[in-house]
């Protein structure tokens, strides 16, 4: 195995219909966001792993914990990918990526989720809308 969980998840949501649908290609890991960027769209990243262990050393089980972001002009649209990615995710056990070379998930779950906006631009009256998602995943290590 040679992927990793974040080419994984990547794999899956650029693959989904429902996502795609809603967000076309846009989905970014948060370093590769462009600037000023189309929006609706999905930014993504491992906020950190958490390695199990057992008195005989490496468990070759790890938890990830995966921030989401759902960005589109209007709270209704953030909300629409929001349902999309967690119809997807949420309580996703198997094996996760590209066929060929994907990685075994024992439990994805939505741990938290919240909304907020940027700053307005443009001089309109409201900023771009934002839905969060932090997924925790339980995945086999090779």
């Known amino acids: 195995m040679s ?8 794999y899956e949501l650029s693959n989904a219909a429902a996502v795609s649908a809603l967000v076309g290609s846009r989905i970014y890991p948060a370093g590769d966001v462009p600037q000023n960027p ?13 390695h199990a262990r057992h008195q005989g050393g490496s468990s070759l089980l790890t938890q990830a914990r995966f921030q989401l ?3 589109a002009e209007t709270g209704t649209a953030a909300e629409a990918i929001y349902e ?5 995710l949420d309580n996703y056990a198997g094996e996760l990526g590209d066929p060929a ?3 075994t998930v024992r439990s994805c779950t939505l741990d938290t989720d ?4 940027a700053p307005p631009t443009g001089g309109g009256p409201r900023g ?3 839905q969060t998602m ?6 086999r290590e090779e």
Request: charged share 20%; proline share 4%.
């Open 69 to 71: 972001d759902a960005w």
């Open 84 to 88: 999309a990615v967690r119809g997807l």
């Open 3 to 10: 992927a990793t969980i974040g080419d994984a998840l990547y």
């Open 38 to 50: 189309t929006r609706p769209y999905i930014a993504w990243f491992k906020v950190d792993n958490i």
């Open 114 to 117: 919240s909304s907020g906006s």
């Open 134 to 139: 932090d997924f925790l995943i339980w995945y």
């Open 101 to 103: 070379d994907s990685v």
């Open 128 to 130: 771009p809308q934002r």
